[in-house]
C-alpha cells in the first residue's frame, strides 16, 4: 500500500512470499493468534483470538457483510445455530459422504489425505516424504459429533454442523415469507463450522473449528448460469480489491473429480501462498440438491411459487463460501514486510500493510516524552477523544522511532505524536505507516482527517 497525497492505494508490485512461520510468531508476539489451551499442551487445529486478532476478524467481516447484505437489495442475512435436528445431516448427504480418504506410510508413519497426494505418489503408492510403502487408504468422517439431553438413554446424538450453510436452507422458507424476497435473492450468514479434519495443519489453514461466510442466492432454473457467473466475478473482484499482491490471486474450475457431493460445478478462488496455490473461497453451482433433499427428508414442501406466473418450483441455487479464517491469514501473508534499513528508517523494519479498514488499531497518540507532564495530557486526551470514534492507543513507552516501529508491525496506519509545538500552536505531527512521511495538523483537525482515511468509505 502507498500513500499519495491524501488517497491510500493498494500496489501491484510483487515480493517474496512470507514463510509461515513469520506470521506464526508476529501472531503470538503481538497478540493476533495463540495456541488454544496452550497451557495444557494445545489442541491440533484449534486457535484463540488475541486483542489484535479479535479486531482485525471483526473488521473482516464487519466489511463482508456490508458489501453482501447492507448494500444489496435482494440480499439478507440470517445468524443460525450451530446444532441442528440431527437428520439435516442425514439430508444434506453429510453423514454419508463427507469423507476423508487416508494413506499412512509403513516406514515414517506420516499420514497424507488421498486427494493431496501427488499424481506419481499415487500411482506408485510411494511416501512422498521418505518414498516407503503406503498402507491402505482408510475413510474418515470429517462431522463432529454431539449429544442434546442429559438423561442416558433419551439423549439424542446429533453433530456440530460441519458446514454453516445449512442453517441458510432450513431458515429458507421462514425467511422468504417473513421477508417477502421473491427470486432471485439470497441469504447470507457468518458462523463457525467444526470439521474432523484428519490433517489440520498450517496454522490458521486447516482447523477443526473455524468459521465460514457464505451467500446462498436462490434463482429460477432458466437463470442459473446468469448468477453463477455473476456471483463468480463480483466474489473474485471482492478479494482482488483487498490484498496487495493482485497476481496471487486466481479462480480455477474443478475438475469432475474433485466435486463436492452437493456441487454439479464450482470453480475456486485461489491464494498463493509459501504453502502454494490454495482455495480461499468455493462458487458452488449446488443446483436443487440442497432444497430437495430437505423437503424430501423433513416432509415439509419448499418449493416456490412465482407471485407473477404462479410457476411452481424448487429454486436452484449459486453458492459462495469462504473462511473468515483464511482472509484473516491470506491478509496477514499479503501484507507482512521486513523492509531492509533506509535513507528514512536506519534500522530496518517489520511492517503489516493491511488496508486501514482492516487494521486493528487504526490510530496511536504518542507523547514525544513521557516525562513532560503537559506532554503526556495533551497526548492522552487527544487519545481520549479519538477513542471514541476509532481504534487507537496511547503509548508512551521506549524512544519516539521504536514506538513507530512497533506500530509498523501491527499495521497501524497514523501515529500521531505530540511534541513542544504542540503547546504553543496546538499541532501535531501525523506520520502515516507505509511512506513514513509525516505532515503537522491542528488537533481539531484530526478526526475528520483521520476518520476519512480509515473507517469504511466504500464509495
Ligand atoms: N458450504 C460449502 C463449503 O463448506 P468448503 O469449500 O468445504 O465449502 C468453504 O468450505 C470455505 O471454508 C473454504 O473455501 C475455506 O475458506 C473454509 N474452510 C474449509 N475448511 C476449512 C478448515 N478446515 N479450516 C479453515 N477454513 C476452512
Redesign the pocket.
Known amino acids: 500500500m502507498t500513500q499519495t497525497e491524501d488517497k491510500i492505494t493498494l500496489s501491484t508490485e510483487d515480493t517474496p512470499l512470507v514463510p509461515m512461520e513469520k506470521i506464526v510468531s508476529l501472531s503470538k508476539r503481538r497478540g493476533f493468534v495463540y495456541p488454544n489451551s496452550e497451557i495444557y499442551g494445545g489442541v491440533s487445529?484449534i486457535y484463540d483470538f488475541g486483542p489484535l486478532g479479535v479486531e482485525l476478524r471483526n473488521n473482516i467481516r464487519r466489511y463482508w457483510w456490508w458489501s453482501m447484505v447492507q448494500t444489496n437489495d435482494n440480499v439478507v442475512g440470517i445468524e443460525g445455530n450451530i446444532i441442528t435436528h440431527p437428520r439435516v445431516w442425514e439430508a444434506s448427504g453429510h453423514v454419508e459422504n463427507f469423507v476423508d480418504r487416508l494413506v499412512e506410510c509403513k516406514n515414517c508413519k506420516r499420514r497424507f489425505r488421498v486427494d493431496q497426494l501427488p499424481k506419481e505418489n499415487l500411482e506408485q503408492n510411494k511416501c512422498p516424504v521418505c518414498g516407503g510403502e503406503l498402507g491402505e487408504p482408510r475413510v474418515f468422517n470429517l462431522m463432529m459429533e454431539t449429544y442434546i439431553g442429559v438423561v442416558e438413554g433419551e439423549r439424542m446424538k446429533t453433530y456440530l454442523r460441519?458446514?454453516?450453510?445449512q442453517n441458510i436452507y432450513l431458515d429458507y422458507d421462514n425467511v422468504q415469507k417473513s421477508s417477502r424476497m421473491q427470486i432471485p435473492f439470497g441469504i447470507c450468514q457468518i458462523g463457525k463450522?467444526f470439521?474432523n479434519?484428519v490433517t489440520?495443519g498450517n496454522f490458521?489453514?486447516?482447523?477443526?473449528e473455524?468459521?465460514?461466510w457464505?451467500l446462498q442466492f436462490f434463482v429460477h432454473p432458466s437463470e442459473m448460469q446468469k448468477w453463477f457467473d455473476y456471483w463468480r466475478e463480483r466474489r473474485f473482484e471482492w478479494y482482488k480489491g483487498i490484498i496487495n499482491h493482485k497476481d496471487r490471486l486466481r479462480l480455477r474450475p474443478h475438475g469432475p473429480d474433485e466435486l463436492?457431493h452437493?456441487a454439479k460445478q464450482a470453480f475456486?478462488?485461489e491464494y498463493r501462498t509459501v504453502l502454494g496455490w490454495q482455495?480461499?473461497?468455493?462458487i458452488?453451482w449446488r443446483q436443487d440438491w440442497d432444497l430437495s433433499r430437505h423437503s424430501q427428508f423433513s416432509g415439509q414442501d419448499l418449493s416456490y411459487t412465482d407471485p407473477e406466473t404462479k410457476e411452481r418450483y424448487i429454486p436452484w441455487i449459486v453458492?459462495t463460501?469462504?473462511?473468515v479464517?483464511?482472509?484473516f491469514l491470506n491478509l496477514l501473508l499479503d501484507a507482512y514486510e521486513e523492509e531492509p534499513p533506509s535513507g528514512k528508517d536506519k534500522e530496518g523494519r517489520t511492517v503489516l500493510r493491511l488496508h486501514p479498514w482492516f487494521a486493528p488499531v487504526k490510530v496511536a497518540v504518542l507523547p514525544l516524552q513521557k516525562n513532560k507532564e503537559e506532554l503526556v495530557t495533551t497526548a492522552r486526551d487527544i487519545h481520549k477523544r479519538l477513542q471514541r470514534l476509532m481504534v487507537s492507543q496511547y503509548d508512551d513507552v521506549a524512544n519516539i522511532g521504536r514506538r513507530y516501529r512497533r506500530q509498523d508491525e501491527i499495521g497501524t496506519p497514523f501515529c500521531v505524536t505530540v511534541d513542544f509545538q504542540t503547546l504553543e500552536d496546538q499541532t501535531v505531527t501525523v506520520r502515516e505507516r507505509d511512506g513514513m512521511t509525516q505532515i503537522r495538523l491542528q488537533i481539531k483537525e484530526l478526526p475528520a482527517y483521520l476518520l476519512e482515511r480509515v473507517m469504511w468509505n466504500y464509495s
Open positions: 487445529g460441519g458446514e454453516a450453510c463450522a470439521r479434519e489440520p490458521l489453514f486447516r482447523q477443526r473455524f468459521e465460514q457464505d463436492a452437493y475456486d478462488i482455495e480461499w473461497e468455493g458452488h453458492e463460501s469462504g473462511g479464517d483464511r482472509t
